[in-house]
């Protein structure tokens, strides 16, 4: 490994809404077709602006459109991105014990801190406060999630969108 550590880290901001939406058009039109700048807004803010995530979801809901793209279409996309990336999400959840799924459950839901009040423990089944800090630090070494100082986060917002919808359907079974 001979450039093993031999530059610097450099973290880029993600690409806002604002510049992916023409590009995206662009693309589109290039082809022939067209998409609503609505359209192509909701699959940035879908995935969260994650750049292979744009681009991917794009070309799903590309692979769809004769002519424009179509909110069917989208829906159809995301069915697709999510099982194109689901056999990788099922070895993610694999190994994750009761109160690593309960605390994903409550990310999923929006909960983002606070997650030592008696609510929250109560509701997601966390058992006690004790258990948090445990939790929260081996789901963020296992890269599931970002823990910033105000808030923990799925790092993939597909995932995110996967975990949600399928630990819902589990749970209504």
């Not at 693309?27 to 803010?45: H, M, P, V, W, Y």
């Not at 829906?75 to 690593?100: C, M, P, R, V, W």
């Not at 509701?123 to 105000?150: M, T």
Request: contains cysteine; glycine residues 4%.
């Amino acid at each position: 490994m001979p450039f093993y550590k031999f530059g610097d880290v450099i973290f880029l901001q993600k690409i806002t809404v604002e510049d992916w939406i023409p590009f995206i058009r662009n693309r589109f039109q290039e082809t022939g077709k067209s998409i609503s700048a609505d359209l192509a807004a909701n699959i940035c803010q879908a995935v969260d602006n994650h750049s292979s995530y744009v681009q991917q979801f794009s070309w799903l809901v590309w692979t769809r459109t004769e002519t424009e793209a179509t909110s069917s279409g989208f829906d159809e996309a995301l069915k697709d991105l999510l099982n194109q990336n689901s056999i990788l999400f099922y070895t993610y959840t694999s190994g994750l014990t009761s109160l690593q799924i309960n605390f994903l459950q409550a990310i999923a839901d929006g909960i983002q801190d606070r997650f030592s009040h008696k609510e929250i423990l109560s509701k997601y089944n966390l058992g006690n406060s004790a258990n948090i800090s445990r939790v929260r630090k081996s789901l963020e070494n296992k890269e599931l999630i970002d823990v910033s100082p105000h808030a923990a986060t799925f790092n993939d917002p597909v995932f995110r969108i996967w975990f949600k919808n399928e630990f819902r359907r589990q749970s209504n079974r």
